[in-house]
């Protein structure tokens, strides 16, 4: 993930062993928009009007293409089916970055 280490300088799969669940997630949360990854959530997350009507034709596909995917994933899934997709996401987190796969 290369805007973990343009803004954190570390590389996860080197360092992901030592990083918690609970800390990946602040990380990723507070990644700016000036990393590849954090203008891609900052696009997404937008709900100011004025900034979306500012964004960039690119930008607003970006958004509505996110949007569509949300609502449609919101309606067709069960509380269990998004614990077991959440789970399986964390599986596949884990086995990127050198973790067990269990």
């Known amino acids: ?38 203008n891609l959530i900052r696009i997404r997350s937008e709900n100011d009007f004025k900034k979306i009507q500012e964004m960039s034709k690119e930008e607003k596909e970006i958004r509505n293409k996110w949007s569509v ?11 269990e089916e998004k614990k077991r997709q ?3 996401f964390h599986q596949i987190v884990k086995s990127m970055f050198g973790g067990d796969n269990r």
């Open 1 to 38: 993930m290369a805007s973990f280490v343009q803004q954190y300088g570390i590389r996860l799969h080197r360092e992901y062993e030592e990083i918690s669940a609970q800390e990946y997630y602040q990380l990723l949360t507070r990644l700016n928009g000036d990393t590849p990854l954090g």
């Open 69 to 79: 995917f949300k609502m449609s994933q919101k309606s067709r899934l069960s509380d």
């Open 86 to 88: 959440t789970k399986y």
